[in-house]
């Protein structure tokens, strides 16, 4: 597990780039993506860059955490505005663990046979 994060953001991106060399049309078709996302300007950076963060708890993703949290910064996001992004991650996550809790409830019963 690292400890810095501001090392873990440069590690990620250089390794993107290193990848990209690689197979570069799929790095242009994942560059893309975000593009394609902004592209209608409806949500400004700093929303944009909220739910990334609140979406990369949600997927447990610590390097889409490192450079979105890096993002958000300059796209002059607060920590209060962070706090309430990352509470409905928060509330998400437990919504979708209390409605698969349903599911797994039904298929033990099923598999019980009632």
């Keep these: 597990m690292f400890t810095d994060w501001k090392e873990h953001t440069s590690h990620v991106k250089k ?7 690689k197979h570069p049309k799929m790095l242009q078709a994942y560059q893309a993506l975000g ?7 409806v949500l400004d950076a700093k929303t944009r860059e909220l739910i ?8 447990r993703c610590e390097s889409c955490i490192s450079v979105h ?8 996001a607060t920590e209060e505005e962070v ?4 509470a409905m991650s928060i509330a998400l996550n437990a919504g979708a663990a ?4 349903l599911r797994a409830l039904e298929a033990f019963n ?3 046979g009632e």
């Design 83 to 86: 706090s309430a992004a990352l």
């Design 110 to 112: 099923v598999q019980k």
């Design 69 to 76: 949290a890096e993002e958000a910064v300059k796209a002059g």
């Design 52 to 59: 990334a963060l609140a979406v990369a708890v949600t997927t």
């Design 15 to 21: 390794s993107f780039g290193e990848l990209g060399k």
């Design 35 to 41: 593009a394609a996302a902004a592209e209608e300007n």
């Design 98 to 101: 209390y409605t698969y809790s």
